[in-house]
Structures are given as structure tokens and as C-alpha cells.
């Protein structure tokens, strides 16, 4: 049951607008299931306040008694944090505000917890658009967000995803109380590209709902989901957004050249939304001939991702640059043989149960792609060493983490928890 916001002002605040979108990217997907798992660990005497732009649904909208909501509404995702959020604030504040990213409010009283999920678009130019605007298809909000962005950043910035990034994180810097990051590797980027940067950075790493893949799904589930996608046959699996950062256009290439040596007769499944450089993919797949071979799902429903990895013979995970890579658990928990660009926080999060391959070589991708699927007794060790290896984490050691840095944050605040005091009966929460 969802609470309405209540006169008093919180202790707790966090930043519900990515976890309450229904098509959620992989920040929603981590706040919900942060938020989910947190509603079992805070005490039932601490107040807290979830704030959204739409109305909470399903499960985000079953309310512990001491937890309300607040509705804010804002005719476009970007600037809802910095802008819409910070209004909300100026009226009421909680102690404490947990955003699930570096986009903060950019006035408002309460200690700030950012969660700092990679550096990409500081230390990799080339992987950001740097002529698309962040701000969705409507021409007049574009140039209204473009020129908010210039005016409060002194002509520093612009309203391209980049930039976007780069100012907000600037300001985050400025306002907020402790970082949080999801990797060592991440946390070791933010130390090179920030050397002034002064605040607290904690590690804390990411995780998944792994029963969801861990159990094998019903026959009719993967039927089902094979003709919602239009997906016949036998299929190497990609999951995440169709850009330049996940490394794509280099997968189709090397897609192409394993078709030529693999005697098997598989698809590439690209599942995703378009993203910067997607122009650059669709050309590849016109050069390599590759056609209805390759097939593209667009938006796929949540609900659908653990029989989509069941059902492939292969994942593919080629990105070149991340902070973490949830997929790559995803895969690990469904017992889907998995492929890695080889970068330090591949083998960081991924450990010895993923086959890896140099980041730029098509090559070495197409070998290393069918050394698995042609080598049985590799393809197994793998898969036995990525199941052991996702194990490692658990939302409730992920939420004890968070749990535990947040009430530091409100004793600091003047507002320490009643630890011996339970969560509010009724209160419905992630499972460990």
C-alpha cells in the first residue's frame, strides 16, 4: 500500500524516479531492487520518503507503514532530479537523500548519497554522443534543456549525453556527502579522473534477483518468449543497450566470421534500445550481409530476460567500458555460457567463469565464442565456475551494505536509527 507523503519531514529520502519508470534501464532496475530489499532492513522508527515523477505501482508501491511517497511531476526525465527534486526539498528535506546516480538536486539541505556507477563519459570521449541531446525527441524542450545547461554550467557545457554527465557529476561533487560505486575498478577511475575529489568513495557492488535465472523457466515461458521476439532456432544473446560503449558493431563483425566457422547455424539476438552509434551497427550488419540473421528485439519486457537466457547457446557481454556489468550474472545465474571483453572489471565481477577476448578484435572474439561452443568440457568448467561466482552476491549483503552506510549518514545528521528497533510489520521487501 502506498502512503501518502506525511506533514513531518523524513529522515530518510531517496530518489525513486528510475526505479517507478515502467520501461526501467539498468539504474531503475538496481534502485528498485535496493528499494525492495530496503524495506526489510531499515527499522520501523526511521520515517523515510520515496520521491518520484509518476505514481509508485506494483510491488514499489507496497508501503512499511513508516514509508510515504511524494508524486513530483515534471514534463521530462532530465533536470527532474536537479531541478524538480531540489524544489521539493527547499519545502521539506529529509536528513538524508540516497539518489541512485550523480544526479542531484542542486539546492536542498539533507547529507547526499550518490551512487556513482562508471566514469565512462569522463575518460572514454568516444563512446558518448556528443550531438545527442539527453533530454528525449520534443525539438523545444531539447533547446530549453540546452540552454539551462549552459546558462548554470557559465557556457561550460551542453545538453549532449556527455556533457550532461560530465556537468552533473560536477555538481554532485560539490554537494554530496559520500560516493557510492559498484566496483573496485570504478572506484579506482573516479580516484584518476577526480585527484581533488575529497569525499568518501565506498564500494559497494551491484547484484541480481538470481532465483529469477537460477530457475529453470517453463517450456511455454521460453515458447513464448521466442515468438514475442520473433526468434527461431538456435541464438547467441546479447542484453543492453545497441550503442558505441557496449561494443556492438564489433560483435556483428565478429558474429559474422563465427558464422563461417562454426558448422552450427545460430542468430545474433540483439535485445535493446538504440543508443549513440547505433547508425554505426545497423551499417556493419548491411557490410557483413548478415540480414535477418541478426534480430534486433527493441524493448523487451523484464519478465522475459531469464528465459531469453536460458534458451542461448551463447552470451556475449563485448562492452568497452563499465562500471560493473549485471548481465554478466544474469548469464552466470541461468547457467548460460558467457563471453567477456577482457578488461579489469570484467574479471573483477565476472572471476573464472566467463571465456574473455581482446576488446578491439573481432578475431579473437569469433575463437573464443566458438572454443565454447565447441569444447564441451571448457563450456562446462565455465558455466560451473560462473554459477559459484554470481553466489557471491546477494541483494541482502548488498542492502546490509547500503543499510549500514545510511545510517551512519543520518547519525551524522542528528538523526541516528533505533537499531534495535524491527522493520514495520507488514513490510514487503526483496528476499535474500
Known amino acids: 500500500m502506498s502512503h501518502p507523503a506525511r506533514a513531518t519531514s523524513p529522515a530518510l529520502g531517496i530518489d525513486a524516479s528510475q526505479a517507478s519508470q515502467v520501461r526501467r534501464t539498468g539504474v531503475g532496475q538496481m534502485a528498485m531492487g535496493l528499494i525492495q530489499a530496503l524495506k526489510d532492513l531499515v527499522p520501523s522508527t526511521v520515517a523515510v520518503r520515496l520521491y518520484s515523477r509518476h505514481p509508485l505501482s506494483g510491488p514499489l508501491a507496497e508501503l512499511p507503514p513508516n514509508w510515504s511517497s511524494a508524486v513530483l511531476r515534471w514534463p521530462s526525465n532530465r533536470l527532474w532530479p536537479q531541478i524538480r527534486l531540489a524544489l521539493a526539498l527547499r519545502r521539506q528535506a529529509p536528513a538524508v537523500l540516497l539518489s541512485p546516480s550523480h544526479l542531484l538536486p542542486w539546492s536542498g539541505r539533507p547529507r547526499m548519497v550518490a551512487i556513482l556507477h562508471d566514469i565512462g563519459f569522463q575518460r572514454v570521449d568516444a563512446l558518448y554522443g556528443t550531438d545527442q541531446l539527453a533530454i528525449g525527441p520534443n525539438g523545444l524542450a531539447a533547446r530549453g534543456a540546452d540552454g539551462v545547461v549552459r546558462l548554470f554550467s557559465g557556457g561550460r557545457y551542453r545538453a549532449c549525453e556527455q556533457d550532461y554527465h560530465r556537468w552533473s557529476l560536477a555538481q554532485a561533487m560539490g554537494r554530496a556527502s559520500r560516493l557510492v560505486t559498484c566496483s573496485e575498478f570504478s572506484r579506482e577511475e573516479i580516484r584518476a579522473a577526480y585527484p581533488n575529489n575529497r569525499l568518501p568513495i565506498e564500494v559497494i557492488p551491484w547484484t541480481i534477483a538470481a532465483d529469477r535465472f537460477v530457475a529453470p523457466c517453463p517450456p511455454e515461458a521460453r515458447a513464448a518468449a521466442r515468438r514475442r521476439y520473433g526468434i527461431e532456432g538456435r541464438y547467441v544473446l546479447f542484453v543492453g543497450r545497441l550503442e558505441r560503449k557496449k561494443n556492438v558493431r564489433l560483435l556483428v563483425e565478429a558474429y559474422a566470421r563465427l558464422r563461417q566457422l562454426d558448422s552450427v547455424p545460430r542468430s545474433l539476438v540483439l535485445a535493446g534500445n538504440p ?93 573464443a565464442a566458438l572454443r565454447l561452443l565447441n569444447s564441451a568440457a571448457e563450456r562446462e568448467a565455465r558455466v560451473a565456475a560462473g554459477r559459484i561466482n554470481a553466489a557471491r552476491f546477494t541483494w541482502h549483503r548488498t542492502a546490509t551494505a547500503y543499510w549500514e552506510l545510511l545510517a551512519n549518514e543520518l547519525a551524522l545528521a542528528g538523526r541516528p536509527p533505533d537499531h534495535q528497533a524491527g522493520r514495520a510489520p507488514g513490510a514487503v521487501g526483496q528476499p535474500p
Open 275 to 367: 543508443g549513440a552509434g547505433y547508425e554505426d551497427i545497423r551499417a556493419q550488419i548491411a557490410r557483413c550481409r548478415l540480414g535477418s540473421q541478426v534480430i534486433e528485439t527493441g524493448w523487451f519486457a523484464d519478465d522475459d530476460l531469464p528465459a531469453l537466457m536460458q534458451e542461448a547457446d551463447l552470451f556475449v557481454f563485448p562492452s568497452l567500458y563499465e562500471g560493473f556489468g549485471l548481465p554478466i550474472l544474469e548469464a552466470q545465474s541461468a547457467g548460460t555460457p558467457l563471453v567477456c571483453s577482457d578488461l579489469p572489471v570484467m574479471r573483477e565481477v565476472a572471476g573464472e567463469g566467463a571465456a574473455y577476448f581482446i576488446a578491439d578484435s573481432a578475431d579473437d572474439l569469433a575463437r
